[in-house]
């Protein structure tokens, strides 16, 4: 009997396939958990790889679980290479510490799961958050961080790190929208077309910044958007945006600032029922870290309301 075919290969949406390395928690959604149904309601087809199954995530007491390796990874690999199961449109990778992707050998593996993607599909588009600390604090052994400016930087497609990894990466300073964007352009030198520095907090203002160079070697269109500050913590807010950002940077690949609009009004819908949910059941959001409310937003994700628009740097 012959074996059927593979339809995500087949009959491809028009949008995508995506295979996600990230961690998955059985409660709760972080990694995997808070990308993969977002990216499918945007109608990509997404085959998650989960770098751990914890019971929760580790901002708890305690945790469970297991790691994987990067041989079990491989083993992965290459079971779907034997089957004729490599061709994907994209890569997403959101790096991590505490077991999730926080050693140079996992992150060593990441970079050889790239190689062979390529080499079934040299147009795949590798969407990469570099997870590597916050607001000053490094979460990975600092031998990575050489690791991902020598060896990620060059071979990724679109980079959305946060304020704190951007000065990791390019070894600048920022202190004012101008530094964000000469740090974008050194990253673009660096290998990615697409920078999306998720957050910076410049003047006590929280702002986005975006660079496309959509020709290499000119200069890049780059533009803000002005996001609200709000009065809590969330825990899968990076993951869902990256996962966001490339859903809608794909629907629109010459129009970073557009698909920007879209993934940052999707996720401020997403936060501001999430805040309303846990108050409406007497919780003060402001005394612990918030799981999301995912599913509750899912009209939010697929089809938002734009509320917070670009401004165009010249």
């Not at 510490?97 to 079934?120: A, P």
Request: proline share 6%; aromatic share 8%; hydrophobic share 40%.
């Amino acid at each position: 009997m012959a074996r059927p075919p593979i339809l995500s290969l087949a009959l491809p949406s028009e949008t995508g396939r995506v295979l996600s390395i990230q961690s998955h928690t059985v409660q709760g959604y972080v990694g995997n958990k808070s990308a993969v149904f977002p990216l499918q309601l945007l109608g990509y087809d997404v085959d998650p790889i989960n770098s751990v199954q914890f019971s929760n995530h580790t901002g708890y007491p305690t945790f469970r679980g297991q790691v994987l390796n990067g041989q079990q990874l491989c083993d992965l690999i290459e079971g779907l290479a034997a089957n004729d199961l490599l061709y994907y449109t994209h890569l997403l990778t959101v790096c991590k510490s505490t077991g999730y992707i926080g050693s140079v050998s996992f992150l060593d593996t990441v970079l050889q799961v790239v190689d062979k993607l390529r080499m079934v599909n040299p147009g795949l588009i590798y969407v990469c958050d570099p997870v590597m600390g916050d607001e000053g604090k490094l979460y990975v052994p600092p031998d990575l961080v050489s690791v991902y400016r020598e060896k990620v930087i060059p071979v990724a497609s679109m980079l959305t790190p946060n304020q704190f990894e951007v000065e990791l990466l390019t070894g600048l300073r920022i202190s004012s929208e101008s530094d964000g964007l000469k740090a974008c352009n050194v990253l673009h030198a660096a290998g990615p077309s697409k920078v999306v520095i998720t957050s910076l907090n410049i003047e006590g203002k929280l702002l986005l910044i975006g660079s496309h160079e959509k020709l290499k070697g000119q200069p890049p269109h780059q533009f803000k958007i002005i996001i609200p500050k709000i009065a809590a913590y969330f825990t899968g807010t990076g993951d869902l945006m990256t996962a966001l950002l490339l859903g809608w940077s794909n629907k629109y690949p010459d129009n970073l600032e557009k698909a920007s609009e879209l993934a940052v009004s999707s996720l401020q819908a997403l936060l501001h029922r999430t805040l309303e949910d846990y108050k409406a059941v007497g919780f003060d959001p402001q005394s612990s870290s918030l799981e999301i409310r995912l599913i509750q937003s899912q009209d939010d994700i697929r089809n938002p309301e734009v509320k917070f628009k670009a401004e165009e740097y010249t």
